[in-house]
T-cell receptor
Framework: AQSVSQHNHHVILSEAASLELGCNYSYGGTVNLFWYVQYPGQHLQLLLKYFSGDPLVKGIKGFEAEFIKSKFSFNLRKPSVQWSDTAEYFCAVSVLGGYQKVTFGTGTKLQVIP | DAGVIQSPRHEVTEMGQEVTLRCKPI?????LFWYRQTMMRGLELLIYFNNNVPIDDSGMPEDRFSAKMPNASFSTLKIQPSEPRDSAVYFC????????????FGSGTRLTVV
């Protein structure tokens, strides 16, 4: 079964700092990869996703993620964070075919200080 | 599109009472997922349905939990009897196909068992 690891549990940044959140997955086959964001008191929303093709994926609000197959990684990046990016970020993975469920990581809480 | 609709938004109940959470998926989505989110355990998949059929209920904590999907537009998650440790936010999500498109989450039900 697939699994997802997010090693940073809590990240604190100042506005305009660059962001990189780590995500590693464990599965030997072809995967789909996702990043979700959960703003305080709200539900999870899809930020970006990777299925195939260009390993550099661009999402909403200036976020991007790079799939590095050899490292089993899908790190989330943003060049300059804003206070409004304060949220919890979840990496997720699913495998192709069948009734595949999405497995979520434990999340990384990002706090952006004005 | 109204999105995934969950009710109630908040539920406070006494220990031992029956609790029923409701979810209406996005029209046309054929997969439905129930998640539980707590500070201690993060986001846990409880059960998921495909075409109204339960596919994987291995995440259901114990026999006190049950879920049904009588038709494509409605699902319930029932806890009977409820216990304080069931206090959490319960999210419903739906998707089309085998998760390639990512999930759409509902706004969640915050359950407090006193």
């Amino acid at each position: 079964a697939q699994s997802v690891s997010q090693h940073n549990h809590h990240v604190i940044l100042s506005e305009a700092a660059s962001l990189e959140l780590g995500c590693n997955y464990s599965y030997g086959g072809t995967v789909n990869l996702f990043w979700y964001v959960q703003y305080p008191g709200q539900h999870l929303q899809l930020l970006l996703k990777y299925f195939s093709g260009d390993p550099l994926v661009k999402g909403i609000k200036g976020f991007e993620a790079e799939f590095i197959k050899s490292k089993f990684s899908f790190n989330l990046r943003k060049p300059s964070v804003q206070w409004s990016d304060t949220a919890e970020y979840f990496c997720a993975v699913s495998v192709l075919g069948g009734y595949q469920k999405v497995t979520f990581g434990t999340g990384t809480k990002l706090q952006v200080i004005p | 599109d109204a999105g995934v609709i969950q009710s109630p938004r908040h539920e406070v109940t006494e220990m031992g009472q029956e609790v029923t959470l409701r979810c209406k998926p996005i029209s046309g989505h054929n997969s439905l997922f129930w998640y539980r989110q707590t500070m201690m355990r993060g986001l846990e998949l409880l059960i998921y349905f495909n075409n109204n059929v339960p596919i994987d209920d291995s995440g259901m904590p114990e026999d006190r939990f049950s879920a049904k999907m009588p038709n494509a537009s409605f699902s319930t998650l029932k806890i009977q009897p409820s216990e304080p440790r069931d206090s959490a936010v319960y999210f419903c999500a739906s998707s089309f196909g085998d998760s390639n498109y990512g999930y759409t989450f509902g706004s969640g039900t915050r359950l407090t068992v006193v």
